[in-house]
């Protein structure tokens, strides 16, 4: 659905400390699950995907959970940079023929210096 | 490169014009979508094509229209129909179907009502 507000949830923390970014999605029937960085005035910017068949999946400094249980995605950064201040998306790909994407409506990480 | 080019970058549009927002992929993509980004919030599906001379409505088609006449371009009309339309623009691309469901986005433009 919608986003609500007119604010989003904000994550402060410091430089060199680890990240973690939740999102609730709605759809259990979803097979993709992806996180997007979006920096101010700039296009969103794929980072990492996981599929719905693993709870787990690595990159470079980032990792994904999948809970199905709970229909929740976590994205942790390790040792967070001053680069990595963006907004964060969580989207989940429809099951539908149309496989368009479902964004969440994000978190706001700052990374203090 | 390969990529995904929107123009222009800021728009100005008077009360009661069409605008159209220009969007060119050259990464030989079958899909191509159309979201719109309100401050502080997330991306809204407008409209999306998965392939040439076909387009279907997303959640917030109104006030909006598109068209695919060429598999590179996907060019968004906002119509003065749309009461509100002062926002971010973003289109994508993708493989669609069973490839990754990664998408391609451009870099955004951004629709001011003067």
């Known amino acids: 659905g919608e986003s609500v507000g007119l604010h989003l949830p904000t994550l402060s923390v410091q430089e060199g400390d680890n990240s973690i970014i939740n999102c609730a999605y709605s759809?259990?029937?979803?097979?993709?699950f992806i996180w997007y960085k979006q920096e101010s005035g700039k296009g969103p910017q794929f980072i990492i995907d996981?599929?719905?068949?693993?709870d787990k999946r690595q990159g470079q400094r980032v990792t994904v959970l999948l809970n199905k249980t709970v229909k929740h995605l976590s994205l942790q950064i390790a040792a967070t940079q001053p680069g990595d201040s963006a907004v964060y998306f969580c989207?989940?790909?429809?099951?539908?023929?149309?496989?368009?994407?479902?964004f969440g409506s994000g978190t706001r990480l700052l990374v203090r210096p | 490169d390969g990529g995904i080019t929107q123009s222009p970058k800021y728009l100005f549009r008077k009360e009661g014009q069409n605008v159209t927002l220009s969007c060119e992929q050259n990464?030989?993509?079958?899909?191509m979508y159309w979201y719109r980004q309100d401050p502080g919030q997330g991306l809204r599906l407008i409209y999306y094509?998965?392939?040439?001379?076909?387009?279907q409505k997303g959640d917030i088609a109104e006030g909006y229209s598109v068209s695919r006449e060429k598999k590179e371009s996907f060019p968004l009309t906002v119509t003065s129909a749309q009461k509100n339309p002062t926002a971010f623009y973003l289109c994508?691309?993708?493989?669609?179907?069973?490839?990754?469901?990664?998408?391609?986005f451009g870099s955004g433009t951004r629709l001011t009502v003067v």
């Open positions: 759809n259990s029937a979803s097979d993709y």
């Open positions: 996981i599929r719905s068949n693993m």
């Open positions: 989207a989940e790909r429809a099951t539908d023929s149309s496989y368009k994407l479902i």
């Open positions: 994508a691309s993708s493989t669609s179907g069973t490839g990754g469901p990664g998408y391609t």
């Open positions: 094509s998965q392939i040439v001379n076909d387009f």
């Open positions: 990464l030989n993509h079958d899909a």
